[in-house]
C-alpha cells in the first residue's frame, strides 16, 4: 500500500460507487462540477488519500464521462506497470544467462564435461614394445572424459589389461588397469581417467594385456 494512497481494497469501494454510477448512464455534456485532469489521475494512480478522493466519489458515481477519464488512465497505468514487471524480469533473466556464460566451461574456453569417450583401435595397426606406432591419424580424446571406452584390436584376448598414457619423452602422465571383456566380437576395456589438469597434445597410448607385451598407439589429447 502506498503510504499517501489507498489499498487495493479501498479502491474496490471507489469502482463499485463508480459502477453504479455508470448504471444510470448520466453524460454530463457540460462536465458541470467535473474535477480536473489532475485530480482524476491522481485518484487513478493512488497518489490521493482516501480522505481527500472520497469528496468526489459521488460526482464520479453520477458522470459516465468522468468515469471514463477516471477507467483511461487506471489502464494506462495497469499497462505501465506490467511492463515495467516485464521489463524487470528479462532484466533478471539476462542476468542469470550472462552470469551462466561467464561462469560455464565453454565461456572459459573448455569444451562441456564428456562422460565417457570412445577410443577405437579394432583396425589399428599394433607395434609392440616400445617403439612409434606407425604413421596414423591420432586417435583424438578429449582431456575431460572421466571413463575410457578403449575397443581393442580385432581378436585382442578378454582378460587383465593394463594402460599408460605417455609422452614422447617417455614421461608416464596416467595409469589404470581394467579387465576386457568380449561382447559381439569386440574387446572392450573400461577404464576411468583423470586427464583434466594434462595438457593438450600428442601422448602414447600403451596397453599391455594377457600376452603382456605392451602395444602403442598415438593419442591426441584436446
Not at 190 to 199: N, P, W
Amino acid at each position: 500500500m502506498n503510504a499517501r494512497g489507498y489499498s487495493d481494497r479501498e479502491e474496490e469501494r471507489i469502482l463499485e460507487v463508480l459502477g453504479r454510477g455508470l448504471l444510470t448512464e448520466f453524460p454530463n455534456p457540460t462536465r458541470t462540477g467535473c474535477p480536473s485532469s489532475d485530480v482524476l489521475k491522481r485518484i487513478a494512480s493512488h497518489e490521493m488519500p482516501l480522505s481527500e478522493a472520497e469528496k468526489w466519489l459521488d460526482h464520479l458515481g453520477s458522470c459516465s464521462p468522468c468515469y471514463r477519464d477516471y477507467s483511461d488512465v487506471r489502464n494506462a497505468n495497469s499497462k505501465l506497470r506490467r511492463w515495467a514487471f516485464f521489463a524487470v524480469a528479462a532484466g533478471i533473466l539476462l542476468c542469470v544467462l550472462v552470469v551462466g556464460r561467464i561462469f560455464s566451461p565453454k565461456h572459459h574456453g573448455l569444451p562441456m564435461a564428456q562422460t565417457t569417450a570412445v577410443l577405437d583401435l579394432r583396425n589399428r595397426s599394433i607395434t609392440r614394445g616400445a617403439g612409434q606406432p606407425p604413421a596414423q591419424v591420432p586417435l583424438e580424446v578429449s582431456r575431460y572424459a572421466s571413463h575410457w571406452d578403449i575397443q581393442l584390436p580385432l581378436g585382442s584376448p578378454d582378460g587383465p589389461y593394463e594402460m599408460r598414457l605417455i609422452t614422447a619423452k617417455g614421461e608416464q602422465v596416467f595409469a589404470a588397469r581394467g579387465v576386457a571383456t568380449i561382447t559381439g566380437g569386440i574387446t572392450l576395456l573400461s577404464v576411468q581417467i583423470r586427464l583434466s589438469s594434462t595438457s593438450p597434445g600428442q601422448y602414447l597410448l600403451r596397453l599391455r594385456g594377457p600376452t603382456l607385451v605392451w602395444n602403442s598407439y598415438s593419442v591426441d589429447v584436446q
